[in-house]
């Protein structure tokens, strides 16, 4: 009755071809199959955000984008993001601004400031724009407070 | 010097690379899963269930129903035991029920190879009912001839009161207290069922590593107390089970329960040992583990016409819902924490606490106190009005200060920095000139308000509960340390103020302290986990004893090596120094590998505390809000808000902050908009997930100001005391009392949403209509 498909795409810059169970979400062919448990469920129905990856540089939340529409396009994942032994931008600003507590949400948050800071670094963001674009992410612990100055810092990584 | 620093996260790497392994993340290959089978009735019992069909489907391994459970009640709350048989919990549980108490409640149990076979597997399952009317409201609940929801229980789970004249701290009966008063004040103050909504679900799963003993990992707070209670459920010595805490997704007080623990248990032990993991739907999790019991109070305050406060009586309901879970102490434990916070005035506290059917409330944040301190801060509220008093003046004038005796424990209060956190929260909001400045602003459609609230909570459960916590630390290789506590972090930071605190003591860098952060019964020191704000406080004392303990062996080692005497000799940043010529002799790594390979002398260093403290510090602390109410569109606009806190010294200023954010943001969301909605009538929950469950988003919220005031707390390790859960208390009697000032108008409820200010509005004639047709 299940019916399996090859797709082949790039998870963090890496060429992979897997043969997927369609039903799979991308999240669970993300955890499942490859490991990558970086990504979170909270909800499996798109409210939380805590499972937010990039899909050629979109935001998306992958407990609800089947894993079989990702063929040949390019995944990235928290996973990715450290390079070289070193934290990214975002991520060093999180863990400077004090911006983590329980962590669930985190990865998440993080790939959705990445994806926001991609589109306006250098730019005059308003405290209102950044609101706006990580409403789709929800955080129990900070009251987005200490993550609102994670990314200003990683939008603004001079200003002190 | 690590402590007051605001250093990283020891954890925060882990965390922001995704690396950092939650429960689900430790899959098991060929792990089964369980899903329960829940009632789709709120009240009743189960006439017939076949689950022939669910039993054959292919994928299925067992389907269990309560028919299969052993007949053993047990108790839930992730409270330490009590030896005192009249302070234990009640028993009021089975792994599986026949009788119906809840919408959700747990009847049978389908373990299957994948999720979905096993969500198919339960819609297969033909169940008939016997219902009954569900008991919903207090009234209906108590009428004599009300079906019991537990047999032999009346439908109250407990009932106490306290009150200043028995306990003789102060003299005088309340009642003659308010009989004297210049004016009584009265208000019926309610607040509603709220959830935690901690992003991770609950989750657990177990195997048997051997025949005989079973092993559970489990997103807890509390794995010492999870090990016990799976024992006494199923009957077996406690040894026989161990219980892993890796990191967790929040808590908030929601896995201070045992709630999955058991039954994961119970079906390795089925299966031969095979794994079973339970991971619970959001849907599942909002309804089927715990939530905040709902209270109704009623206040009545006296007051004098100079301003003192000389009475308060206070008598609660607070909802249990279907099982006992945490019952009863959530309303003896507001009761008491309040006990600080005005401990000059005749007082009188009575609860009861009532089966309902409705989820199971249980622990979260704060305890009791969100409910208790909401209406004693809103009566206080009316109290200042009535007699024309300024809001913040006439805390002042009542508010404990150090020295006061708490009115319960009959203790001195030996720190206590309120009034300073009402003058600097005062200060922040210019207070006065925006008092003036907002008079012209108590008409017309668009009003403006200020608003304040005090809070009073304490920093662990002692007497009422014992309060012991453990301490590991030993000397590596390479001259840093391990620390291993049985202390659980949440995400609240502990792990990181542990190692700030032995870093302290031991006079190391805090980089080159590890704390251990996974807690596992079989090492772990014994602990009873995270819950009541306690671990800081309580950690304190263990931590400093063995840090300080593991100093004196490091220290005589160093005497050893020197001939010289280890009370000359001290550490400093990390190397061994003698004090009397400030040489530097060696470093801790040169240290330490002579404790461990010189063939004559040393050992191994570690030291290994347990300790139990015997105070309980009160903490304190208060909400100032500036609100714009737009009356047309019934809606409230936080302008300005802080929270300011006495929390004794302050261990890391950074994530302190973030505590109290975090606490500001679930106080607002209770004030406006958290509510998890049931039908009076039938029991049915309407908004079980996190789109119509409305807990403030990243663009509902404004930016959250703290400041603290420190004091020193004698009765911790380092002067400090709880932080955790105290922010969210006083935000939504803060926002109460503002659209009191802002309006006229008194809402006594909770949530102040827009449905309810527009009843309110329309009633009080701020709001025309054109007729009824238009509402």
Redesign the interface.
């Known amino acids: 009755m299940t019916t399996f498909r090859e797709i082949t795409f790039s998870i963090n810059g890496r060429p992979r071809t897997l043969y997927i169970d369609m039903?799979k979400s991308l999240l669970e062919v993300l955890?499942?199959d490859l490991g990558?448990?970086?990504?979170?469920?909270?909800?499996?129905?798109g409210?939380?955000g805590?499972c937010s990856v990039l899909v050629d540089e979109v935001l998306v939340d992958s407990c609800i984008y089947l894993a079989i529409w990702a063929d040949n396009k390019n995944i990235r994942?928290?996973?990715g993001?450290?390079k070289n032994g070193k934290?990214s931008r975002v991520?060093q600003a999180?863990?400077?601004?004090?911006a983590?507590?329980?962590?669930?949400?985190?990865?998440g948050f993080?790939m959705a400031t990445t994806s926001f800071t991609q589109k306006c670094t250098g730019e005059k963001i308003t405290?209102d724009e950044?609101?706006?674009s990580?409403?789709g992410?929800?955080?129990?612990?900070?009251?987005?407070?200490?993550?609102?100055k994670a990314v200003e810092k990683s939008i603004h990584p001079d200003k002190e | 010097m690590a402590i007051g620093k605001s250093v990283n996260r020891i954890d925060a790497i882990a965390k922001v690379t995704g690396r950092a392994e939650y429960t689900e993340d430790l899959y098991k290959p060929g792990m089964l899963v369980a899903r329960y089978f829940r009632s789709s009735i709120a009240h009743g019992r189960v006439k017939n269930i076949d689950v022939e069909k669910a039993k054959v489907l292919e994928g299925v391994e067992a389907v269990f129903t309560f028919k299969d459970v052993p007949e053993n009640k047990f108790a839930t709350a992730g409270h330490p035991f009590s030896i005192d048989p009249d302070h234990q919990d009640v028993a009021d549980r089975l792994l599986l029920t026949r009788d119906i108490r809840f919408m959700g409640d747990e009847i049978a149990i389908v373990v299957a190879q994948d999720e979905i076979i096993a969500s198919k597997a339960l819609q297969l399952i033909e169940i008939s009912y016997d219902e009954y009317t569900p008991l919903i409201l207090p009234e209906d609940i108590l009428k004599k001839d009300a079906r019991q929801i537990h047999k032999g229980s009346s439908n109250i789970v407990g009932e106490h009161q306290y009150s200043t004249r028995d306990l003789q701290v102060i003299s005088g009966d309340v009642d003659d207290a308010l009989e004297k008063a210049d004016y009584v004040v009265e208000g019926n103050f309610e607040t509603v069922m709220v959830q935690h909504c901690h992003l991770e679900n609950h989750i657990a799963y177990a195997y048997m590593d051997d025949l005989d003993r079973i092993v559970i990992v489990s997103s807890t707070q509390i794995p010492h107390i999870v090990r016990r209670i799976v024992s006494e459920a199923l009957n077996m010595p406690l040894s026989r089970v161990r219980v892993i805490k890796p990191f967790i997704g929040g808590g908030f007080g929601n896995k201070q329960d045992v709630v999955l623990e058991p039954m994961v248990a119970f079906l390795t032990l089925k299966l031969d040992g095979r794994a079973v993991q339970i991971n619970l739907s959001r849907e599942e999790c909002m309804t089927g583990t715990r939530n905040r019991h709902p209270f109704h109070i009623n206040v009545k305050t006296g007051v004098m016409k100079d301003g003192t406060m000389v009475a308060r009586k206070m008598d609660a309901i607070s909802i249990t819902g279907g099982y006992a879970s945490h019952g009863h102490a959530i309303a003896a434990a507001g009761g008491s924490k309040q006990s600080s916070l005005y401990p000059r005035m005749a007082t009188k506290f009575h609860a009861r606490t009532l089966y309902a059917n409705i989820p199971v409330a249980g622990a979260m944040r704060a305890y009791g106190s969100p409910q208790v301190i909401y209406a004693l801060e809103c009566a206080t509220e009316d109290a200042a009005r009535k007699i024309n008093m300024d809001s913040v003046e006439f805390r002042l004038k009542n508010i404990a200060r150090q020295d006061d005796i708490n009115l319960l424990s009959g203790k001195k209060i030996l720190s206590c920095g309120l009034a300073d956190c009402l003058l600097k929260g005062k200060a922040f909001m210019d207070w006065d000139k925006k008092k003036k400045e907002y008079e012209k602003c108590k008409s017309g459609p668009i009003r403006k308000g200020l608003g304040v609230a005090c809070l009073s909570y304490t920093s662990g459960t002692y007497p009422v509960c014992v309060e012991i916590a453990g301490a590991r630390i030993s000397l590596n290789q390479d001259g840093t340390v391990h620390v291993m506590v049985g202390a659980t972090e949440i995400g609240q930071g502990s792990d990181t103020i542990v190692a700030q605190m032995a870093a302290e003591t031991l006079g190391l860098a805090y980089e080159h302290v590890r704390v251990v952060q996974t807690q596992d019964t079989d090492v772990s020191p014994f602990d009873t986990g995270a819950y009541a704000s306690r671990q800081a406080y309580v950690v304190s004392n263990a931590v400093f004893r063995a840090a300080a303990d593991l100093k004196k062996k490091i220290l005589d080692h160093a005497g050893l090596m020197t001939g010289k005497k280890a009370r000359d000799l001290n550490i400093i940043n990390g190397k061994i120094v003698d004090t009397h010529t400030n040489a530097f002799l060696m470093d801790m790594k040169t240290l330490a590998i002579d404790s461990f390979y010189h063939k004559e002398r040393g050992c191994q260093l570690t030291a290994d505390v347990s300790h139990k403290t015997t105070t309980n510090a009160p903490v304190f602390g208060c909400t100032f809000v500036d609100i714009t109410v737009d009356i047309p569109l019934c809606k409230i606009k936080i302008n300005k808000i802080i929270n300011v806190h006495d929390s004794g010294i302050i261990l890391n200023p950074v994530q302190a902050g973030g505590q109290v954010h975090g606490g500001v943001f679930m106080g607002i969301g209770a004030a406006l908009s958290e509510e998890l909605m049931i039908n009076p009538a039938t029991g049915y929950i309407y908004n079980n997930n996190l789109l119509d469950y409305k807990f403030p988003t990243f663009m509902d919220l404004p930016q959250i100001h703290h400041d603290f005031v420190e004091t020193f707390e004698p009765t911790s390790g380092y002067g400090n005391k709880s932080l955790g859960e105290p922010p969210v208390i006083s935000p939504p009697p803060a926002i109460r009392n503002a659209l009191l000032d802002a309006t006229g108008v008194s809402i006594n409820s909770l949530p102040i949403s827009p449905h309810k200010l527009f009843t309110a509005f329309k009633k009080n004639g701020l709001m025309v209509s054109k007729g009824d047709a238009d509402v």
């Not at chain 1, 990558?36 to 129905?45: I, R």
């Open positions: 039903r955890r499942q990558l448990t970086g990504a979170k469920q909270g909800c499996g129905v409210e939380c805590a994942t928290i996973e993001e450290a934290l991520q999180y863990v400077d601004e004090g983590v507590q329980c962590g669930f949400c985190t990865p993080i405290e950044i609101r706006k990580h409403a992410n929800l955080c129990r612990c900070t009251g987005y407070q200490n993550i609102l």
